[in-house]
Nanobody, 125 residues
Framework: QVQLIESGGGLVQAGGSLSLSCVAP????????MAWFRQAPGKEREFVAT????????YYADYVKGRFTISRDNAKNTVYLQMNSLKPEDTAVYYC??????????????????WGQGTQVTVSS
């Protein structure tokens, strides 16, 4: 069972920054597409950003583009999400996800095999 472990969430004022980290097992991490999703209370889980196994291709949701940056370090089995210029509407539980198959959309939670437990991000106005 692959287990992803997120860290770095917390409380920040609007306009501030937070950095999230996600550690994954080494055997599958370096060949996996990784992503961040988020889920606010009463809402569906939504796509935030994704990065291919080599780090050469990254996609972002429009509502975070220009403010968030996804990156990875395969030597450390870690994927990161740097979040700048945070807004109250960014408040959510943020989840790390791993995709080991080539089927399924990278933008949908259904396309990912493994998930972390989530980390809370709260942005105050």
């Amino acid at each position: 069972q692959v287990q992803l472990i997120e860290s770095g969430g917390g409380l920040v004022q609007a306009g501030g920054s937070l950095s999230l980290s996600c550690v994954a097992p080494g055997r599958t991490f370096s060949s996996s597409t990784m992503a961040w999703f988020r889920q606010a209370p009463g809402k569906e889980r939504e796509f935030v950003a994704t990065i291919t196994w080599s780090g050469s291709t990254r996609y972002y949701a429009d509502y975070v583009k220009g403010r968030f940056t996804i990156s990875r370090d395969n030597a450390k089995n870690t994927v990161y999400l740097q979040m700048n210029s945070l807004k109250p509407e960014d408040t959510a539980v943020y989840y790390c996800a791993s995709k080991t198959s080539t089927t399924g959309s990278v933008y949908s939670p259904l396309g990912y095999n493994y998930w972390g437990q989530g980390t809370q991000v709260t942005v105050s106005s």
